[in-house]
């Protein structure tokens, strides 16, 4: 237990700040703190590895207000990542239905936002814009941390859309 | 275990064109009756099923590992074939890729009682694959998957997924239970298929080893590697003793990378919620040092047919061997802390035991299989070269519970640290990438590594033009499910999430 409590303080805060500010983001003031809804449509699980990175202590995401949510009916934000397989289609939009208005549209990783490496596959939508249009998109394979962060920002602050 | 003293790679047993690295050789047939015979013979060696598909010729195709190397055995099948004789007889997980087979490609496994759909969700109007221009009409259409029921007093359903509470994979969980006591779990995937395989057709090789790299995210060394050896030996091409030392070097620090991820979501998921918070950042340094030295934070695209995409520097090894030395001494400290933590141990231990004779039975390897007395690794068993030269230690424990998969995951990386730390420090330069030649015939090949979780598996048929005509890359992702099924029963279901993450299955690289 020592070993634990020592380990503990000797690590201290290692949380950095968002790289751009929140006025570049365009991020109003804070009113309240928002909630993600994650579903994967089908990544490679690479998102999914750079999700729980915004987790770690180092990138924090809930410092800055914001928190994963289990339940849909909770989310402000759907952040959604891999193509969008063919199998995952009803269950995504199930999940957004199930989203109280004003709700936005996260697209993580190139592949939610055009079909990435898997486009023109048989079993996929080749990405979000012909399911539930993105209202923010964050490109990359995957996107690193810091670039879903903002993106995440950028999301909270755009309009609200898929009422 | 030199593959060629072995009785099975010799001519009377048809198992008798070895390959190098690690010893394997293709057995082709177009007898039915041979295919289920040498798979007997196999399964009767104590040989393990990794993986069984089908591609574009009509064949199937069955990866098979032994203690003395790996068998490829294909069956080929007349054009017009309706059906192929089922190997879950001989090898019981076959089953659920006969399924898949029968999903995609319309082909009925003989001799296979459960023809439920596995990858066929009830949307496509014909098998996309099939190899006939009319193919048969689907079964599945329309209709909702017919989980295996539990009757009793007081048993009751629980359905969970495909979208789950938190940032996973999707997936279905079905679980008969009685109070918080589950009695029986039955997976249902597919819903990250992709259709790669139909991707892979047509490719070159540069996009061909793109698509390689994000079968599993996590696993995108493994995965390239696998594939780039496959392709190194369709084209007999030689790679340079500097290119395969930083190629091991990249697949230990997958193999750490994931072992610490996975330490810190154990203790969390068992209520230490600091855990995360002990290993992430340490993840997270690994992520920046393979961003800055081999451009991507995932080491995606760092290897490559023929090499790997950033060669090592003199500044670059230096900065490896700080990172060892720091890993080292915070892992062992976290070592200390998990280990002498009375809460996390009741948590990790008599939870989710796969016992040692059903781990055999299913054939798993890997880390699982390694936490459950099956002693499988590539990097031990076959003197796969750099690493066989620093002797690779085996990981072994026979209880089967979160705890030996804990204890597994410790071992393992402080054996990759040492190992890292030798290949570093001996490594001879340069790494120079070698040229592909364009084959004048069809050509195939197959290469096997160790990844974090167990065995990948790749194969390709290259056509001339360099461009891919199929393509398979497998990990024991879909054998995992088998193992947690087996073990989550006489669990409580808070528990599942603590065992599904001890095996953390690829749910990506399940739904070929
Ligand atoms: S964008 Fe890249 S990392 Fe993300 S799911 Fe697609 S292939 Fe994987």
Redesign the interface.
């Known amino acids: 237990m020592w070993k634990l409590l020592w380990k503990i303080l000797k690590t201290g805060t290692l949380t950095e700040s968002p790289t751009r500010t929140q006025e570049e983001t365009g991020r109003p003031p804070f009113l309240h703190s928002a909630s993600i809804r994650h579903v994967d449509a089908g990544s490679c699980n690479g998102c999914e590895l750079e999700l729980w990175a915004l987790e770690n202590p180092v990138t924090s995401l809930s410092s800055l207000g914001f928190s994963f949510v289990a339940s849909p009916r909770h989310a402000d934000i759907l952040l959604v990542t891999g193509p969008v397989s063919c199998h995952m289609k009803e269950a995504l939009e199930t999940t957004h239905q199930a989203m109280p208005a004003p709700k936005r549209v996260l697209a993580v990783g190139d592949c939610a936002i055009s079909g990435g490496v898997f486009r023109g596959s048989y079993a996929t939508h080749d990405g979000l814009s012909s399911i539930l249009p993105p209202d923010v998109t964050v490109h990359g394979c995957p996107p690193p941390p810091e670039a879903i962060v903002e993106g995440v920002l950028r999301a909270f602050g755009s309009p609200p859309h898929h009422s | 275990m030199e593959g060629d003293s072995s009785p099975f790679f010799s001519p009377e047993t048809g198992f008798d064109r070895l390959h190098g690295g690690i010893p394997h050789t293709f057995l082709v047939t177009e007898s039915p009756d041979r295919y289920l015979a040498q798979a007997r013979l196999l399964s009767s060696n104590g040989a393990r099923l990794l993986t069984l598909w089908s591609e574009s010729l009509p064949a199937i195709r069955a990866a098979i590992l032994l203690r003395e190397g790996l068998v490829l055995l294909s069956l080929s099948l007349p054009k017009d074939a309706v059906s192929f004789p089922s190997l879950s007889s001989i090898f019981p997980p076959a089953a659920r890729f006969e399924r898949t087979i029968h999903d995609l490609f319309g082909l009925i496994p003989d001799g296979l009682a459960d023809l439920r759909p596995w990858i066929d969700?009830g949307?496509w109007s014909h098998p996309?694959l099939s190899h006939t221009p009319s193919p048969l009409t689907r079964l599945a259409q329309g209709m909702d998957y017919p989980f295996v029921r539990v009757r009793g007093d007081g048993v009751h359903e629980i359905p969970v997924g495909?979208?789950h509470?938190?940032?996973?994979?999707?997936g279905h969980f079905r679980f008969s239970v009685v109070g918080e006591k589950v009695l029986r779990l039955e997976t249902r995937m597919?819903?990250?298929?992709?259709?790669?395989a139909?991707?892979f057709r047509g490719r070159n090789l540069p996009e061909a080893a793109?698509?390689a790299s994000?079968?599993?995210?996590?696993s995108?060394v493994a995965t390239s590697l696998a594939f780039s050896k496959a392709v190194e030996e369709a084209l007999d091409i030689e790679i340079s003793e500097g290119v395969r030392f930083v190629r091991a070097i990249l697949l230990e620090r997958e193999r750490i990378a994931n072992h610490l991820?996975d330490l810190g979501a154990l203790g969390n998921d068992a209520g230490l919620a600091?855990a995360?918070?002990?290993f992430?950042?340490l993840?997270?340094a690994m992520?920046r040092i393979n961003?800055s030295l081999f451009g991507h934070?995932?080491l995606?695209d760092s290897v490559v047919p023929g090499g790997v995409s950033t060669g090592l520097s003199g500044a670059m090894i230096e900065t490896l061997l700080l990172e060892n030395e720091r890993l080292q001494a915070e892992v062992s400290?976290?070592e200390?802390?998990y280990a002498?933590?009375g809460g996390l141990q009741d948590r990790f231990q008599n939870t989710g035991i796969l016992s040692p004779e059903v781990a055999g039975r299913l054939g798993i390897g890997g880390v699982a299989g390694r936490a459950s007395g099956q002693g499988w690794d590539l990097r031990v068993d076959h003197r796969e070269d750099p690493v066989h030269r620093f002797a690779p230690a085996l990981a072994l424990d026979h209880i089967g519970d979160v705890a030996s998969r804990v204890r597994i995951r410790f071992f393992e990386i402080f054996e990759s640290l040492r190992l890292t730390h030798a290949l570093l420090t001996s490594f001879p330069g340069p790494d120079i990438c070698a040229t592909i030649p364009d084959p004048p015939a069809p050509r195939e090949g197959a290469g096997i590594v160790e990844g974090f979780r167990g065995e990948v598996l790749g194969w390709v048929r290259i056509l001339p033009g360099k461009i891919l005509a199929d393509a398979h890359i497998a990990d024991g992702s879909p054998l995992l499910w088998h193992a947690l099924e087996a073990s989550v029963p006489g669990n409580l279901v808070a528990d599942f999430p603590l065992i599904n993450k001890s095996f953390n299955p690829?749910?990506?690289a399940s739904d070929l």
């Open positions: 969700h949307l996309p495909p979208v509470a938190g940032i996973i994979e999707p597919g819903y990250t298929h992709k259709g790669i139909r991707l793109r698509l994000r079968i599993s995210g996590d995108a991820a600091v995360l918070s002990l992430h950042p993840r997270e992520h961003l934070r995932l995606f400290l976290l200390r802390i002498d933590h690829s749910y990506s």
